[in-house]
């Protein structure tokens, strides 16, 4: 079963949040159809770690805003990578050393990107 409305609706938001704070790249990844617990990955990346803080931030507020509370954050207090579950969304914003080095979106290659509709979005970027 693909992705929700409401899932698109997140990762569309969790999105825009990340161009407005400048990430250098940012993904969406469909995993419904492989993972139980969520429906799409968002990844994000920056040039430093002030600036993933600083992704990590607008795309908690933006998301509160549309009554979407992190259920779990992690790796904050290093601010290299820092995963936001949302429960249908999963936001994973990355500095650009990491998300070269982990290459998410390799790992998640048989899975379809989703249409963020973001500036700074990369289409076909796998």
């Not at 419904?32 to 002030?50: N, Y």
């Amino acid at each position: 079963m693909p992705a929700t409305d409401r899932s698109l609706e997140l990762a569309r938001a969790a999105a825009h949040a990340a161009a407005e704070k400048l990430a250098t790249t940012i993904v969406g990844i469909d995993v419904s159809e492989q993972l139980a617990i969520t429906d799409i990955f968002v990844i994000a990346s920056a040039e430093t770690e002030r600036q993933v803080g600083a992704i990590v931030d607008e795309v908690e507020d933006s998301l509160r805003e549309l009554g979407a509370k992190p259920v779990r954050r992690e790796g904050q207090r290093d601010g290299r990578w820092v995963l936001i579950d949302f429960g249908d969304i999963v936001v994973h914003v990355q500095h650009d050393e990491e998300r070269e080095f982990y290459e998410l979106e390799r790992l998640w290659k048989d899975c379809p990107e989703v249409d963020l509709g973001a500036v700074g979005t990369e289409q076909g970027g796998r």
